[in-house]
């Protein structure tokens, strides 16, 4: 990463972090960063602070493991802010939640007064890199008796089969949940069993990708470009 013009830092020495999600653009949270916290981030890729309750260097996700990757660090116009644009891994927020502008279901408290048609709530997709992590995790390690491991030895042929066996099981359960449907049954069952049948297509369609040695960044690059398109 190319380096940065040094910040106006502030009489504390601090500098304000804005971060948001490379992804679609959403304002994750915001912090601070002293130099050492700057130095850090552009040496590891991994996004630090300086937490001001502690008075320390801080690693987000130290202890959660949410940490923030690094995609690229920008100053604004007066130099006296940084913009860091990050992939999250898992929720940003210590509530649990995607941002730490986002409502909090404890309290009611809303990001900010909507003048406008809000976003689509947020599902969750942030969790896949839990999920991500463990498959490579696996392709680096093979440990032994793990289903995974499994998969991976056998090469393109055994994912590839349990990828399209999933698909045709995604298929059937779909049908089955609109059966249910249009007889004006409860589909409760049929709905769980759709997710679940999703659920292994993803997750073996991902194993596939670890298989190959490609990363699904590769994939979100694809779907952004055709959005745009």
Known sequence: MRAMPAPAWGPDGLVPVVVQDDADGRVLMVAYADAEALTATLATGDV???????????????????????????????????????????PTCHRGTRSCFDADGGTGRVDAVSVAPRSPEPQGFAWLETLWAAIEERRRTRPPGSY??????????????????????????????????????????????LAGEAADLLYHALVLLAERGQEPRALIDTLRERHRA
């Open 148 to 193: 995974t491991t499994s998969l991976l030895d056998g090469g393109v042929d055994a994912a590839g089969r349990k990828v399209t066996e999933e698909a045709t099981e995604v298929l059937m359960a779909a049908k089955d949940d609109a059966a249910a449907e249009a007889a004006g049954h409860d589909r409760s069952a049929t709905s769980r069993a």
């Open 48 to 90: 630090h602070f300086h937490s001001r309750s502690r008075g320390r260097l801080w690693r987000k996700g130290e202890t959660s493991g949410n940490v923030l990757h690094l995609v690229r660090l920008g100053l604004d116009c007066d130099g006296d802010a940084i913009l860091a644009t990050v992939h999250p891994v898992g």
